[in-house]
């Protein structure tokens, strides 16, 4: 089935409302199917609390509060940066049900109905990676370390980082370096980094020009979804995990989270028009 957001005709810009809206078993995942090469992926966003899916015996359960919505804000202002719609995943159960960041064992520990959510989810993924053959996977979370900071994780850890290791082959964005031809530090965090253009969205964010390392801070350097559909292993996608801070998206309320969701949007586009898409024709407020 092929699945297109409305053309842009005139002044109507595009939503991702207007993309198609496809579930998985049971609803227990959503996808919006996107015209472009970025993938918004929510894992910790839901909601739904099935009974008869029993409560996940280990491993962290603690959901990532409101990042569906930010998702959903962040895809809205990606489709009118780029006058085309991102893909988005999203998984609707509480993470005390289902974890789809970590790998299927873990994850869904043994029950039937959250594996085959777990596989919808990632399939999903899969799916808009085959159709658009290049682009960035965006894995979207939420923290609460309290420096009012979005990590930006490419699976490098703090030790790697604060010594100035920006090996680009042990990273999620190993295939963006080798296109470009650019090292790790400049794609990681210099000038045409994802945290650049968040940190000049008015955001703090690392790694990025100012601050490349996380140094004494918290920070979390990406887990299975940025191994999985990222591009260390090869492959033409890259991927980032991206951790919102608490700050923003739940301590000052609803219209600072979407205020932040669409400055988070508007970095993502343009780090996806000059690293993915240099020719790409956005549109422009």
């Not at 210099?190 to 390392?213: I, M, N, T």
């Not at 920070?219 to 090869?234: C, I």
Request: glycine share 12%.
């Amino acid at each position: 089935m092929t699945a297109l957001c409305r053309s842009v005709l005139l002044l109507v810009l595009p939503q991702l409302g207007d993309c198609l809206l496809r579930l998985g078993s049971e609803g227990l995942v959503q996808y919006r199917e996107g015209q472009v090469g970025i993938v918004i992926a929510v894992p910790h966003g839901g909601t739904r609390d099935m009974l008869d899916i029993p409560t996940r015996r280990y491993g962290t359960v603690e959901g990532d509060d409101h990042t569906k919505e930010l998702g959903e804000v962040v895809a809205n202002a990606i489709c009118r940066n780029l006058g085309k719609c991102p893909h988005v995943v999203i998984s609707n159960l509480k993470r005390t049900k289902l974890d789809p960041n970590r790998d299927i064992n873990e994850a869904a520990q043994g029950n039937p109905k959250a594996e085959q959510a777990w596989r919808d989810y990632h399939g999903f993924i899969d799916e808009a990676k085959e159709k658009e053959g290049l682009g960035i996977v965006i894995d979207l979370h939420g923290q609460s370390h309290r420096r009012n900071s979005t990590e930006l994780g490419y699976l490098l850890s703090t030790n790697q980082l604060n010594r100035g290791d920006f090996d680009s082959e042990q990273s999620s964005v190993r295939q963006l370096a080798r296109r470009l031809g650019r090292s790790g530090k400049d794609i990681i965090a210099g000038f045409q980094s994802l945290g650049a253009y968040l940190e000049q969205e008015g955001y703090k964010a690392f790694p990025s020009p100012r601050q490349p390392s996380p140094g004494g801070q918290a920070y979390f350097p990406g887990y299975y979804t940025v191994e999985r559909h990222g591009s260390r292993a090869g492959g033409r996608f890259d991927s980032v995990s991206v951790e919102t801070p608490r700050e923003v998206r739940i301590d000052a309320g609803r219209n600072t989270r979407l205020i932040f969701g669409e400055a988070l949007g508007r970095a993502i586009s343009q780090f996806y028009l000059a690293n993915y898409q240099p020719n790409f024709n956005s549109i422009q407020f």
